[in-house]
């Protein structure tokens, strides 16, 4: 919460439908906040795997590069996440973003450098993941 203090924006988050997330506690937290939620859909992990990728690739991160396991009081971990954030989002060049930083890549966009993307507003959500719906009309294919 304290990393989108002053944050004009909304910021989506998506995550799985866990205790934790559907927590009353959880809701209260963010009440006042301008957090959209995102939740998968129940029974669905196809629905969260870019998460599940991410938060593997932070742990790994966290353990491996930034000594996580070292700590052993609150303060340190604090210290080694705030670190990590701040790596990730000025230092760490990202794949999906031409190697660029997630905070460069942003401020790129905000001066109009960026060709605006529209990779939303046409998808169309179904019950069955794309994945099966294409193995299944491959069958159906080679079945006629």
Avoid at 64 to 69: G, S, V, Y
Avoid at 84 to 93: A, E, K, L
Wanted: proline fraction near 3%; charge should be positive.
């Amino acid at each position: 919460m304290e990393l989108l203090k002053g944050c004009k924006e909304e910021t989506i988050i998506h995550t799985d439908q866990g205790s934790v997330y559907s927590s009353k506690a959880y809701n209260e937290l963010i009440k006042d906040s301008n957090i959209i939620r995102s939740m998968s859909r129940a029974g669905k992990p196809t629905d969260n795997p870019v998460n599940e990728a991410l938060n593997g690739w932070i742990k790994e991160e966290l353990y491996i590069d930034f000594k996580l396991d070292s700590c052993k009081e609150r303060a340190g971990v604090m210290n080694i996440l705030k670190g990590y954030v701040d790596f990730y989002n000025n230092r760490r060049p990202c794949f999906a973003i031409g190697y660029d930083t997630p905070n460069n890549y942003y401020k790129r966009f905000m001066r109009g450098e960026l060709e605006i993307k529209d990779t939303f507003s046409k998808r169309v959500l179904s019950e069955e993941p794309k994945f099966i719906t294409s193995r299944r009309k491959k069958a159906e294919s080679l079945d006629n």
